[in-house]
């Protein structure tokens, strides 16, 4: 999960709550920034789990650090016996990343990484909440990503950005148009998923007309990074597309799911 993030996003926001971890940017959108929301449940990932936030009413932590850095220090644990991450303030604050490994004497060796962090103070939080699911034109289940990742590398050495159209009869198409040469690669029979509003209907888009297309220019850069950061093939992967506004990536693990906003170019 650590490596994913660590190639979407050079710094993020770590969200410590009792029962979940989440994972959180926030690039300002009017900045034609990407968001990012990753959630994952505390207990499919450790045996033992205690934290204490602020306060009773607030018990949660938000911290500030870079992805890569966590990734490096947990690359040496994984043929560890143990790993323990705990939040310290020595110099400045840290994670420290102990890592108990395997040792041939009765002695234990003990790998330890102190990850710098900044504790974003309580006024902050409102700036990291969960980012609302927009109304959507077409919502649709996505090829596999290994397939999608090679046909974008490829149209990524043509342009600089690329266009997604689907439409609800689980057809999509990635195009992109230059001066010079346009290329479009079809996929058929994708299925949409079936989303309901919460009084049990089907949500506005789902009821439209079949043919209907949706449509959203993005950075190709920015969809490029999203499938080759990929290190596990999700269970479900599905985008949202509110047409020349923003496409939403969902990719769902068993234990992690993985939301990423992409906006469209003007």
């Not at 209907?201 to 499938?227: H, M, N, T």
Request: glycine share 4%; net charge neutral; with cysteine.
């Amino acid at each position: 999960v650590i490596n994913t993030i660590a190639k979407l996003a050079k710094t993020c926001t770590l969200r410590l709550t009792v029962s979940k971890l989440y994972f959180i940017l926030s690039d300002k959108v009017a900045n034609g920034g990407v968001s990012m929301w990753c959630e994952l449940c505390q207990g499919n990932f450790f045996d033992e789990f205690q934290m204490e936030g602020v306060a009773a009413e607030h018990n949660e932590i938000y911290l500030e650090l870079v992805p890569e850095n966590l990734s490096r220090a947990l690359k040496t644990a994984q043929s560890a016996k143990a790993v323990k991450i705990k939040l310290t303030n020595k110099h400045c604050p840290c994670l420290r990343v102990a890592v108990e490994l395997p040792s041939l004497s009765s002695s234990s060796r003990i790998v330890t990484h102190d990850i710098p962090v900044g504790v974003i103070p309580r006024r902050l939080w409102n700036d990291f909440r969960e980012p609302s699911v927009p109304d959507f034109d077409v919502s649709i289940y996505l090829p596999t990503l290994k397939t999608m990742k090679s046909v974008v590398e490829r149209m990524k050495n043509l342009s600089n950005s690329i266009v997604i159209e689907a439409n609800l009869r689980g057809e999509m198409n990635l195009k992109i148009e230059t001066d010079l040469v346009s290329v479009t690669t079809h996929f058929k029979d994708l299925g949409n998923p079936p989303w309901a509003s919460e009084d049990g209907c089907q949500s506005p888009a789902q009821d439209g007309d079949l043919e209907r297309v949706a449509e959203a220019r993005i950075d190709i850069r920015k969809l490029q990074q999203l499938l080759a950061g990929q290190q596990v093939n999700p269970t479900k992967a599905l985008c949202n597309i509110v047409s020349q506004r923003i496409v939403h990536f969902i990719l769902l693990h068993e234990d992690v799911s993985l939301q990423y906003f992409i906006p469209a170019l003007a």
